[in-house]
Antibody, heavy 120, light 108 residues
Framework: EVQVLESGGGMVQPGGSLRLSCAAS????????MVWVRQAPGMGLEWVSS????????YHADSVKGRFTISRDNSKNTLYLQMNSLRAEDTAIYYC?????????????WGQGNLVTVSS | EVVLTQSPGTLSLSPGERATLSCRAS???????LAWYQQKPGQAPRLLIY???NRATGIPDRFSGSVSGTDCTLTISGLEPEDFAVYYC?????????FGQGTKVEIK
């Protein structure tokens, strides 16, 4: 069974840092691109960052560029999101998800989400 | 950036009725790279449709997707109680990938 499980969220002050992790199982992790998508309270979905299967290509939304870094360790089947210089508007549930089996940058299997709260 | 505008914002229907959800793109979506997700309260999104019209694994055939130019449609042919949720369209053919703002399907 495909599973992705996020961890590392919590409350942090503005300007602080957090690192989210996403542990994957049930599939060959190194074969699939991965993504972070967030959802602010009561709002819709927002793409944050994507990474190719090898980790050689990374992509970030303009809203987080220069502050967030996506990475992966294929030997550990784990995806990461390093978040620096956090702002109140980064408060959201952060989901990791696995690329669809049909190819293309759509997201087939999602974690349960991890809440990040940026507040003083 | 491709802006996706979903309509209506809320759809009030009864079980058994047909639901038609619209997603209009601000420009043509490359290769019909359009997906639909369902999200229930407190849950993660669930992939329903990819490539505009391909059902994801395990998705019932009452869900169907279509595209005509910049207009994409998700149709639920007969609403089951478990289908009342929020639905998001998502384009992944043009960078940056973007989501629509969602359509809530509620029980009338």
């Amino acid at each position: 069974e495909v599973q992705v499980l996020e961890s590392g969220g919590g409350m942090v002050q503005p300007g602080g840092s957090l690192r989210l992790s996403c542990a994957a199982s049930g599939f060959t992790f190194s074969n699939y691109a991965m993504v972070w998508v967030r959802q602010a309270p009561g709002m819709g979905l927002e793409w944050v960052s994507s990474i190719t299967n090898s980790g050689g290509g990374t992509y970030h939304a303009d809203s987080v560029k220069g502050r967030f870094t996506i990475s992966r360790d294929n030997s550990k089947n784990t995806l990461y999101l390093q978040m620096n210089s956090l702002r109140a508007e980064d408060t959201a549930i952060y989901y990791c998800a696995k690329q669809g089996s049909g190819g293309g940058w759509f997201w087939e299997s999602w974690g349960q989400g991890n809440l990040v709260t940026v507040s003083s | 950036e491709v802006v996706l505008t979903q309509s209506p914002g809320t759809l009030s229907l009864s079980p058994g009725e047909r639901a038609t959800l619209s997603c209009r793109a601000s420009q043509s979506v490359t290769s019909n790279y359009l997906a639909w997700y369902q999200q229930k309260p407190g849950q993660a999104p669930r992939l329903l449709i990819y490539g505009a019209s391909n059902r994801a694994t395990g998705i019932p055939d009452r869900f169907s997707g279509s595209v005509s130019g910049t207009d994409c449609t998700l149709t639920i042919s007969g609403l089951e109680p478990e289908d009342f949720a929020v639905y998001y369209c998502h384009q992944y053919g043009n960078a940056p990938q973007t989501f629509g703002q969602g359509t809530k399907v509620e029980i009338k």
